[in-house]
């Protein structure tokens, strides 16, 4: 197959999510034809901020439908590795439509996407208080479980909606949890009857999502990849098991979407100034003093999905190296800048050592993760409000130098620089 000169661009979530994928997605939406999700499920929470011509700003909150749809002229697609809960999907459908947004128009979804029921969600909650004191926090959308039927070779796709065996097949799904989980509270018959109505509604929506993808690349379709959730959080490489359950990395985008690797021309790893993480997990620059207070206040650090608190720190660079490693990234997007422009001084991980040995990588073993001694570079800050800045070579030159230094430890250029939330507050270096 000639791949199309236009060809896959990717953006990647580098750290622990929440880094600002959805704001870069929205801009470099207005260059594409697709916008596309390939992992992950309504667990993903990305917001755009966009100001209109007589500055009034409108916020628009994305959870399974691709953040590019706020162009007119994108079409969304969803992929085979995404999980979907129907009512949420047109929960989110409508709820944009209501803001003025038409989208039920431009939306495409593969049949081979497995779908999220009710009882997934609750399992997901039961699942967290059996685990306790260890809980993974997760965002209790019933993504874990759902790709856990997927994995066990249970689950329901989207396609089997429309399959008479559905109804059986849906009660002996549940069967298998009451007798992993007890008797939970739980309408069957109910929930059949409910995804029966919506199965009429998605029959528009549904394409042969392999086909869907490759007839878009031979006819030179410009796509581009919303990453959900991030690198640290895959059910691989993340701080296992305190991840998603989806493969949330480069591999991801071509099993998620059932496209050759060499379709893919760019890989922007979207990386936040600093660093934050929303659930359980280790964190090893997590900041506990007013440091990690200031992060999260300035950085306006509340979850989109859950509402949660974030936990912040300092950049750490060993992540970025280790993220840069495996998804390969061709550029980076630096986002938050700004959050730090009232430091004296920044902090940056810039190694790990374990009983004083530097270590190489990133550990596999919690266990030992959490004995690492993080070992910082300190960085002058600019002290100087850059919100207002439109063109880098405004930037003060600590900030310049923050961003060459980021440069120079991971050998990837910063192609475009958030400095606030808005639409128009990114810097586009080149
Ligand atoms: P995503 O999940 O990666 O799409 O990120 P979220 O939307 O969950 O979280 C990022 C938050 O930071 C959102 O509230 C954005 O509006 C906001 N944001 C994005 N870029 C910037 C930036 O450069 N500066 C500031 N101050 N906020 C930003
Ligand atoms: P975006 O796309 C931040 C975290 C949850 C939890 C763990 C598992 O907005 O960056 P799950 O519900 O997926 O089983 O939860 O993963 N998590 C995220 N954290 N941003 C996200 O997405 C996340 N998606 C999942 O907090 O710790
Ligand atoms: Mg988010």
């Known amino acids: 197959m000639a791949p199309s000169p236009e060809g896959v661009s990717v953006v990647l979530g580098a750290q622990w999510g929440d880094e600002g994928k959805g704001k870069l997605v929205d801009i470099l939406a207005a260059e594409a034809d697709i916008c596309a999700r390939c992992a992950g499920g309504n667990n993903a929470g990305h917001t755009i901020v966009v100001k209109n011509a007589k500055g009034e700003k409108t916020t628009y909150a ?27 999907l047109f929960n989110e459908l409508d709820t944009l439509e209501r803001k003025g947004l038409k ?65 059986a097949k849906f009660r002996k799904l549940v069967e298998g949890r009451f007798k992993r989980y007890g008797h939970f509270e739980f309408d ?17 929506y549904i394409v042969d999502g392999p086909t869907y993808m490759h007839k878009a690349l031979q006819s030179g379709k410009r796509i581009l990849v919303e990453g959900a959730n991030a690198l640290m959080l895959d059910i691989d490489y993340g701080t296992y098991p305190f991840v998603t359950s989806s493969a949330t990395s480069i591999g991801g985008v071509v099993t998620g979407l059932g496209i050759p690797p060499f379709a893919i021309k760019k890989v922007v790893g979207v990386i936040k100034a600093y660093t934050t993480r929303v659930g359980g997990g280790p964190f090893p620059t997590e900041q506990f003093d007013t440091i990690g207070e200031t992060l999260q206040e300035v950085g306006a650090e509340y979850g989109t999905v859950t509402g949660r608190r974030r936990r912040c720190g300092w950049l750490d660079l060993v992540v970025m190296k280790y993220s840069t490693m495996i998804n390969g990234y061709t550029s980076l997007n630096l986002t938050k800048l700004d959050v730090l422009d009232g430091f004296e001084e920044i ?69 475009y620089v958030g400095v606030g939330p808005g639409r128009e507050q990114n810097l586009i270096l080149f």
């Open 62 to 88: 994305f959870n399974l439908l691709p953040s590019g749809l706020i162009n007119p002229t994108v079409t969304a697609f969803i992929g085979s590795g995404v999980v979907v809960h129907v009512p949420s």
């Open 347 to 415: 902090k940056v991980a810039t190694g790990y050592k374990i009983d004083g040995v530097e270590i190489d990588g990133f550990p596999a073993d919690l266990d030992r993760l959490v004995r690492v001694e993080v070992q910082y570079t300190t960085l002058p800050g600019w002290k100087t409000d850059i919100s207002g800045f439109t063109q880098y070579d405004q930037l003060p030159e600590n900030a310049k130098k923050y961003i060459k230094f980021i440069e120079d430890y991971l050998n990837v250029k910063v192609q």
């Open 188 to 204: 069957t018959e109910g929930e059949i009857e409910m995804y029966l109505a919506f199965a009429e509604r998605l029959r528009p």
């Open 103 to 167: 989208v039920s128009d431009r939306l495409f979804i593969s049949d081979r996407a497995h779908l999220v029921m009710g009882f997934h969600q609750i399992v997901d909650g039961l699942k967290e208080i059996e685990l306790g004191g260890s809980s993974i926090g997760t965002t209790k959308k019933g993504i874990g479980p759902a790709y856990s039927s997927k994995a066990s070779r249970s689950g329901l796709r989207v396609h089997h909606l429309y399959d008479p065996s559905f109804p």
